[in-house]
């Protein structure tokens, strides 16, 4: 969805400057935020595309960051020059994700944050899921290589790994080695060494997307073979810089709903009112009985039937400081309090049970120390939108 908001209230902010006095700075105000150039579709963006942010007070304005999801994790930041005082173009970064946008001037004054600007993953790589041979590539007295690659899309904490093949012919390698090369910076950040490798029998690593205990950062990676023969000559699938080849995307969350949906009117938002208290979710229609999945794995903190949210879970997310709490289902999941859950892996179907007016996920996420437990729900839009981008 593209932005086009209310206005905040005008407000001033202070700024202590140089000489010891104080110096009024506006504080900037954003309208509206859309696509201009080079955009992937009418009204999303991608990597590379210019947008366009309106309102008032730009003109001081340096820096303009794309907030993403959740947490700062996401947050893309680029310097800007406003054109006037009332607009101002960007370009997308790459690891810019779906979410609120807002800018700050050089002093540090900073706009409220903007309704969700949609921007695009990049293309997905090329799939090499068959192993083929490494073009090229050929270094006399080395291995010939061939590889391949499960998947050009993974998830955090997921139960399928992303998996890496590779067949050697030509002499026996002496050593061997498999990177993962991340491509934000081209650094291997994890390392494989098998072994007993012989040519004409293909060998296989997997990855769970964790460095060690931790999580890897959602983004764009690829695994490089490198084989080195007796005499020393080398082969390696590919080049530094090139990641192109046997590359994958990483993400950290699945939307949900795996179905045609949409995320309701007025009263579906975080916030809206209801009888008694204000709605603590986002509300995503879809038909009775479409699939439902955890957007994130984790351990299941509670599982039952309660007479609003009607057959209802909630996740522990793993590596996260986050509750996902799912609500409305048709069935009682199949899980219990305890169980551990996959990213991506199904956990019921969206119904009406409990007090529901039509067939929709009510999803609720909370901040630590979590559901009911001490921590506060917060907008789950921006990360549903998110995740809706990409998967
Ligand atoms: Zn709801």
């Known amino acids: 969805m593209l ?26 105000e954003i309208s509206t935020v859309s696509c201009l150039r080079s955009c992937a579709t009418k009204k999303r963006a991608r990597a590379g595309s210019t947008v366009k942010v309106t309102g008032t007070g730009l003109s001081g304005v340096t820096a303009l960051t794309f907030n993403g999801s959740y947490g700062r994790s996401d947050d893309a930041v680029v310097q800007v020059r406003a054109g006037s005082d009332t607009r101002i173009h960007a370009k997308v970064p790459s690891g810019a994700v779906t979410g609120p946008v807002s800018v700050a001037t050089a002093n540090g004054v900073r706009s409220a944050r903007s309704k969700p600007l949609a921007i695009l993953p990049p293309p997905a790589p090329e799939p090499n899921v068959e192993l083929s041979p490494v073009p090229g590539q050929v270094v006399a007295g080395a291995p010939q290589l061939e590889t391949g690659t499960s998947r050009t899309k993974a998830y955090v904490g997921a139960r399928r790994a992303v998996t890496f093949s590779f067949r050697l012919s030509g002499p026996a390698p002496a050593a061997l080695t498999v990177e993962l090369v991340r491509a934000s910076d081209g650094l291997a950040v994890k390392s494989w060494a098998p072994q007993g490798v012989v040519p004409g029998v293909v060998t296989s690593v997997s990855w769970n997307g964790n460095l060690g205990r931790v999580p890897a950062a959602p983004g764009r990676y690829s695994f490089r073979l490198t084989a080195a023969a007796a005499d020393g000559s080398r082969a390696t699938s590919a080049q530094t810089g090139n990641i192109e080849r046997d590359a994958f995307d990483l993400y950290d969350h699945v939307f949900p709903v795996r179905g045609r949906h949409d995320y309701g009117g007025a009263g579906a938002g975080f916030g809206s009112g209801r009888a008694g208290h204000s709605h603590q979710g986002h509300d995503v229609f879809a038909k009775c009985g479409t699939r439902m999945l955890a957007a994130r794995g984790g351990r299941v903190q509670y599982a039952g039937y309660h007479g609003a949210a009607g057959n209802y879970l909630v996740i522990d997310g793993a590596g996260t400081d986050l509750d996902y709490a799912y609500m409305h289902m048709a069935e009682p999941s199949p899980f219990r309090a305890g169980d551990r859950v996959y990213t991506g892996q199904r956990i019921g179907s969206v119904g009406d049970t409990g007090n529901a007016r039509g067939c929709h996920l009510h999803f609720e996420l909370w901040g630590a120390p979590g559901w009911y437990d001490g921590g506060r729900p917060f907008d789950p839009l921006p990360s549903l939108q998110a995740w809706d981008s990409w998967s």
């Open 3 to 28: 932005a086009a908001l209310g206005a905040a209230p005008a407000a001033t902010a202070q700024t202590p400057n140089g000489g010891g006095g104080v110096t009024y700075v506006s504080t900037p």
